[in-house]
């Protein structure tokens, strides 16, 4: 913190949203929320996070992209919902977008798809059941009839 800052409220601000920062990546919404909770000014709040913005210690983006890696490595869902997922936790939805776009460049989406389908399936649901899951995963229509146009050893007469 090379920079001046000459009201104490608002230095007080940046130490308790770099001590929650030190311990795990957040957006600017939940710093927000943390500091509100403390009882901070509205002032002493934006003051607070445009200085921790400006050091590059808070990144939405940064946050939005370590958010997507780590929920998609143990729950497969597409990019309708991480986005929706995004949005909800305070990330707008310009970064979101990016975030997930970049995301799936690097990763098929089509398979997080199948891998959540062949989990469904071994669960014995029904192929509406089915659908309906991975919908409700994010996953678009065009990738579930995909995955249902190619799908291997599947038994139409589960639950």
Known sequence: MTEEISNETVKSAIQVAARSLARTEQCRASL??????????????????DFLEKKR????ERYASSWVRNH???KPQGSIRLIRELCVRGVSKDIATRVVKSYF???DETELCHLAFQKLVSK?????KIIKSLADSGFSYKI???IFK???GFDSGAE
Do not use: G, H, M, P
């Open 144 to 146: 579930i009839q995909w």
């Open 105 to 107: 460049e690097t990763v």
């Open 150 to 152: 190619n799908k291997e």
């Open 124 to 128: 014995n649901k029904s192929e509406q």
């Open 72 to 74: 998609c490595a143990f």
């Open 57 to 60: 210690y808070l990144d939405d």
């Open 32 to 49: 927000e929320r943390k500091l509100r909770q403390k009882e901070f000014d509205e002032n002493s709040i934006c003051q607070a996070l």
